[in-house]
């Protein structure tokens, strides 16, 4: 059996699609009208449609709920940031830092799920390298093997 992707259902795909591909910068994969793919493989989904698939009614939507999120990376943490607080978007958190370093935040989407967009692992290591950090240093604090942060320390040198 093969994972193939988390799917949220929607209650405007227009609405969640725009949201997605518009301020996230996601790419459609597939646009097959009531469920859309995005690449990095994961899809949202028209509500009405998936209580046909399910044969159910009143599959609501749990707004806000805690109980999942779809997460994200970013080398730009703070502009995406900025550009979210420019939408209006509804944070729960804005950027904090993890106690591996990792600065991430949480907001909602157009039907409240909850959205992480942390930095990526590289752009910590560039970053602490750049306070004066040491290797082994920056290893400890990420938990980040040493191969991979020398891979990035030798690319900033």
Same mark, same amino acid.
């Given at each position: /059996?093969?994972?193939?992707?988390?799917?949220?259902?929607?209650?405007?795909?227009?609405?969640?699609? #725009?949201?997605?591909?518009?301020?996230?910068?996601?790419?459609? %994969?597939?646009?097959?009208?009531? #469920?859309? =793919?995005?690449?990095?493989?994961?899809?949202?989904?028209?509500?009405?449609?998936?209580?046909?698939?399910?044969?159910?009614?009143?599959?609501?939507?749990?707004?806000?709920?805690?109980?999942?999120?779809?997460?994200?990376?970013?080398?730009?943490?703070?502009?995406?940031?900025?550009?979210?607080?420019?939408?209006?978007?509804?944070?729960?958190?804005?950027?904090?830092?993890?106690?591996?370093?990792?600065?991430? /935040?949480?907001?909602?989407?157009?039907?409240?799920?909850?959205?992480?967009?942390?930095? =990526? /692992?590289?752009?910590?290591?560039?970053?602490?390298?750049?306070?004066?950090?040491?290797?082994?240093?920056?290893?400890?604090? =990420?938990? /980040?093997? %040493?191969?991979?942060?020398?891979?990035?320390?030798?690319?900033?040198?």
């Amino acid at each position: /059996m093969k994972y193939v992707c988390p799917l949220v259902v929607v209650k405007d795909v227009k609405i969640a699609r #725009n949201f997605y591909e518009n301020l996230l910068g996601q790419k459609v %994969k597939y646009d097959f009208g009531e #469920n859309v =793919t995005f690449e990095g493989d994961f899809s949202i989904h028209l509500e009405e449609h998936y209580e046909k698939l399910l044969g159910e009614r009143n599959c609501r939507i749990l707004r806000k709920s805690k109980d999942f999120e779809l997460y994200f990376e970013t080398e730009e943490i703070d502009k995406v940031f900025s550009e979210l607080k420019e939408n209006e978007v509804e944070f729960l958190h804005e950027i904090r830092e993890q106690p591996w370093g990792q600065r991430v /935040m949480r907001f909602y989407d157009p039907d409240f799920h909850i959205i992480e967009v942390g930095e =990526t /692992m590289e752009s910590i290591v560039i970053r602490y390298y750049r306070t004066g950090m040491s290797t082994e240093d920056i290893c400890n604090k =990420t938990s /980040m093997p %040493k191969e991979f942060v020398e891979n990035y320390v030798e690319f900033i040198e």
